[in-house]
Each structure stands twice: as structure tokens, then as C-alpha cells.
């Protein structure tokens, strides 16, 4: 197990559901391992300030089904800055952590990466964000949730959609990536998507619209990333109507809804898997480093790999949206 005796772990960024069971999986690996596990509050801002107490196994008791993050999670811009991250190392040596586990996205695993960078610390990442937008692993925790919770709505609104020959533009968050809007729309059967990797020219959705979709439907779905080049469902929205005065258009922004709610078995299961996979890398002395799920497997991304690198949208799954919303 070389010098890694206590293992820190934090939660940080956006709250995704999973966390919990990730947080579960690492301080009862650790346990198992012979180590001892503390936990970090409030992520960076705790490591800055020593918010930081141990956790025994029963303290991560009755969490693997609950939303949100015990830990909880917070925006720390002293972190950002070196004099921060010093404090930071201070409250490391302080409680005697051998090893940290970050459970978080980009900005969390910058921020260790930077930590790691300026102090002799061993740091191992989770992904753990609903956005599933980090390079090096087929999903991140959280993801599979938010899809589920988006698709449980959409079913709904696409009911009164029906009933009220409405057509409903519907935004779900991905700021910077359209996997959950991509990943929704062909589990809901939307007839078309907008996603911020792809630039969206009005006039192809007008041209769908009013060849394909008026002449056969009645009602129909409009799933839109908010980070979509186009403005977001509103502004899309507005525009169509304007065109279309006949449409009765309505806009539905899902919003934080899609952060909470218990976690699926497959978020679990995934969350499970990664905490215990991070603690194993830090007992083989690995750092700076995210681990992953790739073709099922395990894997171990360098940080540098996993915020650099962009990860590209299934294409496929682009393609059954045109073929499917005919």
C-alpha cells in the first residue's frame, strides 16, 4: 500500500446524482484497505479552511439512493489562487492526508491538477458530473439520472402537447455539451434537436418544420441544449413563432430538476465501481490522474488528457434523430 494511510475525498462543481454512492464506495474502500477516510466539506472551500472530519463506515450508511452530495459541494475562488491552494496543502499536512479523491468535473479536476502540480500530493478524480462531457470515460456519475429525469418529463409534456396540437421547444442544461439533449431526444422520439456543437441555422429547422413536420403532425418536440448557438428555447422559439404564427408554440425550461432525484441503478453501480477504482489507484501510488470507464473497463486518464481534450457527440445517434422524426 506504499505511505498512503488517510484518504481525503470532496465533493465539488455542480452536484450530480451518484455522488453519494461514489463518496459510499470510496470511504469503505479505504476502510477496507486499512486506511482511514475523511471527508472534505464543501469541497475546495473545506480543504482551504479545514472542514474536514473522519468518516467511519456507518457514517456513509443509508446514502446510495439519495440525490445531492452529503458532503456537500461550493464554488471556492480562493482555491484559484496560489496563496489558496498553499492553505489548502497547509490543511493536508495538518490532518496528515496521504491521498485525495476529487469527485467532480473540469474545474474540479483543474484544481487538483493545478494542487498537484505545486505540492507533492496524490490526487485521483471521479468524474462526476450530469453533462457527461469529460474526455477519457464513456460516462461520467450523474448523467444517466439527469437523461432518465429529462425523459420522464418530456413523456409528460409531450401528453398535454397532444392533447393541445401544441409544439414545445423543451431546454435541458448542457451549457457547453448537448449529450443530454442528444441522448433524450431519441429515447422521447423529439422530432428534432439542438445541441452546441452544431451550429443551428434557423431556416433547416424551418424547412423541417414546415415540409416534414406540418404536413404529417399535429404536435411534436424540440429538445434544445441551453448552450445552443442559437440562444437557448426561448429565442428559438420566438423566431419559429414569428414564421409560423399557425404554430401554437410553448417553451418549457427544465432546469435543476435534472441535478436531483435518486440515482439510477446504472449511476450506482457506475459511482460504485469509480470509488473503489480511485482508491486502488491511490494505494498503487498513482496521481494526478482520473479514472474512467472505457468499453467497460477501467481506466486511468492523466488529468491534462481529461480537461484538454474535447469528447465528441455520438454521431449516430445524431443520425437516428433525422431518420426517426419523419
Known sequence: MGKIKNIGVLTSGGDAPGMNAAIRAVVRAAIYNGCNAYGIYYGYEGLVNGDIRRLESHDVSNIIQRGGTILKTARCKEFREAEGRAKAYEQIKKFNLDGLVVIGGDGTFSGARELCQEYDVHIVGIPGTIDNDLYGTDYTIGYDTAVNTVVEAVDKIRDTASAHNRL???????????????????????????????????????????????????????????????????????????????????????????????????????????????????????????????????????????????????????????????
Open 168 to 326: 414545445f421547444f423543451i431546454e435541458v442544461m448542457g451549457r457547453d455539451a448537448g449529450f443530454i439533449a442528444l441522448r433524450s431526444a431519441v429515447a422521447t422520439g423529439a422530432e428534432a434537436v439542438l445541441v452546441p456543437e452544431i451550429q443551428t441555422d434557423v431556416n433547416d429547422l424551418d424547412k423541417y418544420l414546415e415540409h416534414d413536420y406540418k404536413p404529417h403532425k399535429s404536435s411534436g418536440i424540440v429538445i434544445v441544449a441551453e448552450g445552443d448557438k442559437s440562444g437557448g428555447a426561448y429565442m428559438i422559439a420566438e423566431q419559429i413563432a414569428e414564421r409560423h404564427p399557425e404554430y401554437d408554440v410553448r417553451v418549457t425550461v427544465l432546469g435543476h430538476i435534472q441535478r436531483g432525484g435518486s440515482p439510477s441503478a446504472f449511476d450506482r453501480v457506475t459511482a460504485s465501481t469509480l470509488g473503489v477504482a480511485a482508491v486502488d489507484a491511490l494505494l498503487d501510488n498513482q496521481t494526478s490522474i482520473m479514472v474512467g470507464i472505457m468499453n467497460k473497463d477501467i481506466v486511468h486518464v492523466p488529468f491534462n488528457k481529461a480537461i484538454k481534450n474535447s469528447k465528441p457527440l455520438n454521431h449516430n445517434l445524431l443520425g437516428l434523430t433525422e431518420v426517426l422524426s419523419i
